[in-house]
Nanobody, 118 residues
Framework: QVQLVESGGGLVQPGGSLRLSCAASGFTFSRFAMSWYRQAPGKERELVASITDTGGTTAYADSVKGRFTISRDNPRNTVYLQMNSLKPDDTAIYYC???????????WGQGTQVTVSS
């Protein structure tokens, strides 16, 4: 049974920080690229950040570049998203995604709500 369980979401003021975690189980985590997506109300889901299986390469959406950092701890089967300088436009449900090479396998978490508001 594959599981991706997000945590760390919540309410934060503009300019604040949150650290999201995604705990993986039921598959060989170290062989999967990991990503964070988000979906705001009434908007399409968008890719926020991604990291390769070994953590050697990362990529970010332009809207979060310089503010967010994705990282992973393969021995702990966990991927993180450090979010700094948060803006109201960052408000969304954030989803963890796992992808095996050539998209032969992929898995989604249930999401965690991030709300940025004063």
């Amino acid at each position: 049974q594959v599981q991706l369980v997000e945590s760390g979401g919540g309410l934060v003021q503009p300019g604040g920080s949150l650290r999201l975690s995604c705990a993986a189980s039921g598959f060989t985590f170290s062989r999967f690229a990991m990503s964070w997506y988000r979906q705001a109300p009434g908007k399409e889901r968008e890719l926020v950040a991604s990291i390769t299986d070994t953590g050697g390469t990362t990529a970010y959406a332009d809207s979060v570049k310089g503010r967010f950092t994705i990282s992973r701890d393969n021995p702990r089967n966990t991927v993180y998203l450090q979010m700094n300088s948060l803006k109201p436009d960052d408000t969304a449900i954030y989803y963890c995604h796992a992808r095996y090479r050539a998209w032969t396998k992929d898995y989604w978490g249930q999401g965690t709500q991030v709300t940025v508001s004063s």
